[in-house]
């Protein structure tokens, strides 16, 4: 399988690849935009993308607007006192086209997570564990991962990829049964900006109804707080109810919609960012 890529070019960091037929602009050190536009322009003729996908610092918005760049989400004080904006280019106008039935399930989804108030963490089920996942669990998470994810950009199947990024900056959290690893998710840090995603959440479907997900979440934001990490954001499926119920029921609010953003074991599907 081809893995997307992250590369280091010109005071940038891009994850790219065919499986989300995207460029992402994921870290820019704010020099030279027209720079910048010149090398992801490159990058995706030079691989047929069909979107551009950046978080840049809301001062420079204006510039990629002016570029056909649409906002799409919006997280305040992500840059210190500075928002985050989230924008899209659309390379082929089919990219863009949410079918309607499509689009009435996302709504629904929103409407619905939105109503929600905030309520704390569910208690861990009796019979089960939790805690933080070190290297000699890896093993145990790649089985997971390879159960619950068909299709994935980065290969969490390999026990060593995982290993590699708890080294780096990717701090995972599972629930055990006995020895048996059921549940899990990620905490994704960047330290220039003190964010952090929270992603990856994955649950044996034999384990399913336990609410995991919201217990996985309480347990990152608590480490993240040790870590003095302040600002905490994921990205969700727009089709999925459960995961934006989840963070609206956390105290997140909601950001924006990604369209058309995100390979989800096959398809591109859109997402809906949630911040707090």
């Known amino acids: 399988m081809d893995y ?9 960091v891009f994850h790219h690849g065919k499986a989300n037929n995207r460029l992402y602009l994921m870290k820019w050190d704010g020099a030279d935009p027209e720079r910048l536009l010149a090398t992801m322009n490159r ?8 979107k551009i996908f950046i978080k840049v610092p809301e001062a420079q918005a204006e ?12 997280i305040p004080s992500y840059y210190g006192a500075e928002a985050c904006i989230f924008m899209g280019k659309f390379l082929d106008p089919a990219r863009k086209i949410v079918n309607p039935d499509i ?3 996302m709504n629904r989804n929103l409407t619905l997570a939105r ?7 569910p208690p861990l089920a009796d019979g ?3 805690r933080e996942l070190y290297g000699d669990d890896c093993t145990r998470l790649a089985d997971l991962y390879k159960l619950v994810f068909k299709t994935y950009p980065f290969p969490v199947h390999d026990p060593s990829y995982l290993e590699k990024t708890m080294e780096e900056h990717i701090a995972y959290f599972g629930i055990f049964s006995g020895d048996k690893l059921v549940a899990a998710s990620s905490a ?6 003190s964010s952090v995603e929270f992603t990856d959440f994955a649950t044996n479907p034999k384990y399913r109804g336990n609410s995991f997900a919201s217990t996985l979440l309480g347990t990152m934001q608590k480490a993240m707080t040790e870590r003095g990490i302040t600002t905490w954001y994921t990205i969700a499926r727009a089709l999925s109810a459960g995961m934006n119920i989840t963070f609206a029921k956390a105290g997140y609010r909601y950001a924006g919609t990604l369209v058309n953003n995100t390979d989800i074991s096959g398809t591109i599907e859109s997402m809906n960012v949630w911040w707090r």
Do not use: C, H, W
């Open 115 to 121: 109503g929600k108030k905030p309520e704390a963490p």
């Open 43 to 50: 990058l995706v003729i030079d691989n047929s993308y069909t």
């Open 63 to 74: 510039f990629f607007t002016a570029q056909g760049f649409e906002k799409e989400a919006r």
């Open 188 to 193: 994704e840090m960047d330290e220039d900006t």
């Open 4 to 12: 997307d890529r992250i590369e280091k070019q010109d005071g940038a």
């Open 103 to 105: 689009r009435e399930t």
């Open 128 to 130: 089960y564990t939790m």
